[in-house]
């Protein structure tokens, strides 16, 4: 990886927008809950106002791991200007990977504001209420391999389709079905141990993990009462992320080495 690279995705206008994105809507997200929490005079925020700050910062994390990804590998492969680095030496692996890595610093780099905003937002509403360092942590460990996960997606997609417009649908497509519309149904059946098998609610998953006490009644019973039941434990949940991040990682690799880096 050089530095043109993780320039190139920082100075990507997904990344700037959504960086700005995650750090408002932490600052927001956290305000709020924080506000509801001293309102109620609850000891520190609970699972249904943890899982649902998770919630709103990772469509900002995982929409930032597809727009980077799209910026700095779609548009160059069906453009054809994927071939002229080749002609310098590097390796198939090096080029692609050079590119992915500067995703990862995007997402290091938007996960850390999310984090922080959340944490900063939540002390402001919260009248000086401290929200735990553990789920600061946790916060920001979900949603960068969350984010994680998206890109190595968005990146077998961009191999796997023919045209730039059609990695754009279907890696949008992939975002609301995956997320949005899985994450939803699952929430709805109460289905706890199939939102850990989904990588891309990480954040959501090791949030809830991150609530160590029995949360105060909530007012989104419905949608969140599925998380009070997430209890493998934030280890537990880690690992399933790591496996899930390894395996698609995994997956690129090959496909970096056995697919046309040229689009048709």
């Known amino acids: 990886m050089n530095f043109a690279d993780v320039r190139r995705a920082l100075s990507s206008g997904s990344f700037i927008v959504n960086s700005i994105l995650l750090l408002l809507a932490g600052l927001v997200v956290g305000y709020v809950g924080g506000g509801s929490d001293a309102i109620l005079r609850a000891g520190g925020p ?16 995982l929409g930032m791991a597809r727009g980077c990804s799209l910026s700095v590998l779609a548009e160059d492969r069906f453009a054809g200007l994927l071939e002229a680095p080749l002609a310098r030496p590097v390796t198939r692996f090096g080029l692609v990977f050079a590119r992915f890595g500067g995703v990862v610093i995007a997402l290091a780099v938007g996960s850390l504001l999310g984090a922080i905003g959340a944490t900063l937002g939540y002390a402001a509403g919260g009248r000086g209420a401290v929200y735990p360092s553990s789920l600061t942590v946790n916060l920001g460990v979900g949603l960068f391999l969350a984010g994680l996960a998206m890109a190595a997606i968005c990146f077998l997609v961009i191999f796997t389709v023919r045209s ?101």
């Open 46 to 61: 609970g699972t249904a106002n943890a899982v649902a700050t998770a919630w709103v910062l990772t469509i900002f994390a």
């Open 164 to 264: 730039a417009p059609s990695a754009r649908w279907a890696t949008r497509g992939i975002f609301w079905l995956v997320f949005i519309v899985a994450a939803l149904l699952l929430s709805l059946s109460r289905a706890s141990s199939l939102l850990i098998a989904n990588p891309l609610l990480l954040a959501l998953n090791m949030s809830a993990n991150a609530i160590p006490y029995a949360p105060p009644p909530s007012l989104f019973p419905i949608l969140f009462a599925a998380y009070q039941g997430v209890r493998i434990g934030t280890d537990g949940t880690l690992a399933v992320g790591l496996l899930w991040c390894a395996l698609l990682i995994g997956l690129v690799a090959y496909e970096t080495r056995t697919s046309d880096l040229v689009g048709a």
